[in-house]
């Protein structure tokens, strides 16, 4: 949920919390509930009626910038307009609680989350009206910049995942699937949902598979429902389940395929009526 106002000296200020019931969604889904005008109707109803949020991150924003279409720009910009206040966007790699249980290390101490600031610029001169046109745009105009920070993302994660290969300890404990001494919870979910990869040898982890983790893991930690592309849907539900056979009390969210649009717009239908009472989540460790 966010919230924008002005201080005495006329500087914005914006809030947002992460309300339940949280949903997240690929890149792929937000173009096509952005495309889909009856998809996008019956979710907006039932994101509203629910009271929850709409989870964005800027890896989402990262992506769009491969779109070359200016009115599919358009489309996701006023869906997220129509969603407005119920949504959240998140530095998934920054921001304390995502991927890293204390966020990225600046060098200053402050954190900056550009999508946001640029939301608080534009509210000023737009008569205060918070709106979410022109910053999909941005990440298409700003292409060669925001395609190259994210390849160089790309690039980072696979390399690490990449390593865990050719560690004979950390193969071993993916094979016993049991929990590691000392194992924080973002290191078991981390570890349920690369499982595969690090037991089979001829798997190849590349920037695509990079891509889709930093979706998964982002919204592992803080959502009840997401929409991934099949085989990350799959990889989501089995790592649930493993983690539930360790022990684990901690519930990941609900996961979804392509083909299960139906069934998602159900589960956010049968969420419980909004009551008025904000239910804030704090992302567990």
Not at 37 to 64: I, P, Q, V
Not at 93 to 122: S, V, Y
Not at 130 to 148: F, H, P, Q, Y
Request: contains cysteine.
């Amino acid at each position: 949920m966010i919230s924008m106002f002005s201080t005495e000296a006329g500087e914005p200020r914006m809030r947002q919390s992460l309300v339940a019931p949280a949903i997240y969604m690929d890149h792929w889904a937000i173009r096509k509930f952005s495309e889909d005008l009856s998809l996008r109707d019956r979710f907006l109803a039932a994101l509203n009626r629910s009271g929850g949020t709409l989870l964005l991150s800027l890896h989402n924003f990262g992506e769009f910038s491969g779109m070359t279409d200016e009115q599919q720009a358009a489309a996701a910009e006023l869906f997220f307009d129509l969603a407005l206040p119920r949504l959240f966007v998140a530095d998934f790699g920054g921001d304390p609680g995502f991927m890293q249980r204390h966020g990225r290390p600046t060098e200053d101490g402050k954190r900056e989350n550009l999508i946001l600031r640029e939301m608080a610029d534009r509210w000023l001169g737009n008569g205060n009206r918070l709106t979410m046109v022109g910053l999909v745009g941005d990440s298409v105009e700003n292409r060669a910049i925001v395609n190259r920070a994210l390849q160089d993302l790309q690039v980072s994660v696979a390399q690490t995942v990449n390593s865990l290969k050719i560690d004979p300890a950390k193969v071993a404990l993916a094979k016993s699937d049991k929990r590691a001494q000392g194992a924080t919870l973002r290191d078991l979910v981390m570890n349920a949902l690369l499982r595969d990869f690090v037991v089979d040898a001829a798997a190849v982890f590349g920037p695509h598979d990079a891509s889709d983790f930093v979706h998964a893991m982002g919204a592992a930690m803080s959502c009840e429902l997401v929409l991934l592309d099949g085989r990350w849907a799959h990889k989501m539900n089995q790592a649930d389940r493993r983690l539930r056979k360790m022990g684990v009390t901690h519930r990941l969210p609900r996961a979804f395929a392509p083909r299960e649009l139906s069934q998602f717009l159900d589960a956010i239908e049968a969420m419980p009526l909004d009551n008025g009472e904000q239910k804030v989540k704090t992302i567990p460790w």
